[in-house]
């Protein structure tokens, strides 16, 4: 991986957080999330956005250092077969495109269609509490956000060091992130996105697995490598030295 792969590394990190959250998995709890993690009724959150998005913030800092650990698990397993790298990136990529075909029904696997999220039947009281729930959602596997995390955790120990791999689950987990804390704050706005929205999940679910496809054979064939370096002298100077 070159030094100027990182910067399409972040941007299809942060996309795959985006699809992460509008999946089928994901974007029809937030309500849900959000009153769990507040402790108040929808009509509540409405009247107190200062606390709903305080506990959002905290959610958020739960999963993101889950996604944090696991990518720097990644990083740290890429890097000790740091001889084998290229092979890591082909199997990898190979790993992708069966991920992308999963989420296209292409066929089943029932390892990914088992439930595997972590629950919790009463909110841990106070703060501390809002973070532990972000924590457990973080570890947590379902059949929709196991691909994209797993997609990007792979392309993480094939082609990162340990900060760029950091970055990375950064990356996704801000794009999982950012629409869920708009999301506490216009609570009301939300569930009449969702409304409009909720009969057009499935081709998230489709696009998703078209990235991964797409993703798997960029790696395959070192492609991405290729694709930065050229996207890279597209752009402008004052840009490249702040990437």
Same mark, same amino acid.
């Given at each position: 991986?070159?030094?100027?792969?990182?910067?399409?590394?972040?941007?299809?990190?942060?996309?795959?957080?985006?699809?992460?959250?509008?999946?089928?998995?994901?974007?029809?709890?937030?309500?849900?999330?959000?009153?769990?993690?507040?402790?108040?009724?929808?009509?509540?959150?409405?009247?107190?956005? !200062?606390?709903?998005?305080?506990?959002?913030?905290?959610?958020?800092?739960?999963?993101?250092?889950?996604?944090?650990?696991?990518?720097?698990?990644?990083?740290?397993?890429?890097?000790?077969?740091? @001889?084998?790298?290229?092979?890591?990136?082909?199997?990898?990529?190979?790993?992708?495109?069966?991920?992308?075909?999963?989420?296209?029904?292409?066929?089943?696997?029932?390892?990914?269609? !088992?439930?595997?999220?972590?629950?919790? &039947?009463?909110?841990?009281?106070?703060?501390?509490?809002?973070?532990?729930?972000?924590?457990?959602?973080?570890?947590?596997?379902?059949?929709?956000?196991?691909?994209?995390?797993?997609?990007?955790?792979?392309?993480?120990? $094939?082609?990162?060091?340990?900060?760029?791999?950091?970055?990375?689950?950064? &990356? @996704?987990?801000?794009?999982?992130?950012?629409?869920?804390?708009?999301?506490?704050?216009?609570?009301?706005?939300?569930?009449?996105?969702?409304?409009?929205?909720? $009969?057009?999940?499935?081709?998230?679910?489709?696009?998703?697995?078209?990235?991964?496809?797409?993703?798997?054979?960029?790696?395959?064939?070192?492609?991405?490598?290729?694709?930065? $370096? @050229?996207?890279?002298?597209?752009?402008?100077?004052?840009?490249?030295?702040?990437?």
């Amino acid at each position: 991986m070159t030094p100027d792969a990182p910067s399409i590394g972040l941007a299809l990190a942060f996309a795959a957080g985006l699809l992460s959250f509008l999946s089928p998995c994901v974007l029809p709890l937030i309500p849900s999330y959000v009153t769990f993690v507040t402790g108040l009724s929808l009509d509540d959150v409405t009247r107190s956005r !200062r606390t709903a998005f305080v506990h959002s913030l905290l959610f958020v800092l739960g999963f993101t250092i889950i996604f944090l650990a696991l990518g720097a698990t990644a990083t740290t397993l890429g890097r000790a077969l740091g @001889y084998y790298r290229d092979w890591i990136g082909r199997i990898g990529g190979a790993l992708l495109v069966l991920f992308g075909l999963y989420l296209l029904g292409v066929f089943d696997f029932a390892a990914l269609q !088992r439930e595997r999220r972590v629950h919790i &039947a009463n909110k841990p009281a106070g703060y501390f509490g809002t973070v532990l729930v972000g924590l457990a959602f973080g570890a947590g596997w379902t059949p929709c956000i196991g691909p994209i995390l797993g997609g990007v955790l792979t392309y993480t120990a $094939s082609s990162a060091d340990l900060g760029r791999g950091m970055l990375l689950l950064l &990356a @996704y987990s801000l794009g999982l992130a950012v629409p869920f804390l708009l999301a506490s704050l216009a609570i009301e706005r939300f569930l009449a996105f969702f409304t409009k929205f909720r $009969s057009r999940i499935i081709w998230v679910t489709r696009l998703s697995g078209v990235l991964l496809i797409g993703v798997g054979l960029l790696l395959m064939t070192d492609y991405l490598t290729f694709l930065s $370096s @050229y996207l890279q002298r597209l752009t402008p100077e004052f840009l490249r030295s702040r990437l």
